[in-house]
């Protein structure tokens, strides 16, 4: 079942990574972008690491990120990798 978020780029759907914010037609969740950004990616940059994006969808996306921020953090937080599992020479 999809599910509309008020901001027509995104969405939520069951059958793609569990019900994650995702832009509309891709698999790309919402906390990607959220997290190229909170790297200091500006949205034009990050098109050329998503190419698949149109800037909209980014700028949605980093609105959504906006109004979901607590959650979209939580998610980010669940998701990261921690050191210890990092290969040394990754390091």
């Known amino acids: 079942m999809t599910t509309a978020t008020g901001h027509p780029y995104i969405v939520s759907s069951d059958d793609i990574l ?13 906390r990607a972008i959220a997290e190229l950004w909170k790297f200091g ?8 690491r998503l190419p698949h994006l149109t800037l909209a ?4 996306a980093l609105s959504y990120y906006q109004d979901q921020r607590s ?21």
């Open 71 to 91: 959650t979209i953090d939580e998610d980010i937080a669940r998701q990261r990798v921690s050191d210890d599992q990092i290969h040394p020479r990754l390091r």
């Open 41 to 48: 990616v500006a949205p034009e940059e990050i098109l050329v």
């Open 18 to 30: 569990h019900g994650t914010p995702i832009v509309v037609g891709t698999r790309t969740p919402v």
């Open 57 to 60: 969808q980014v700028f949605d």
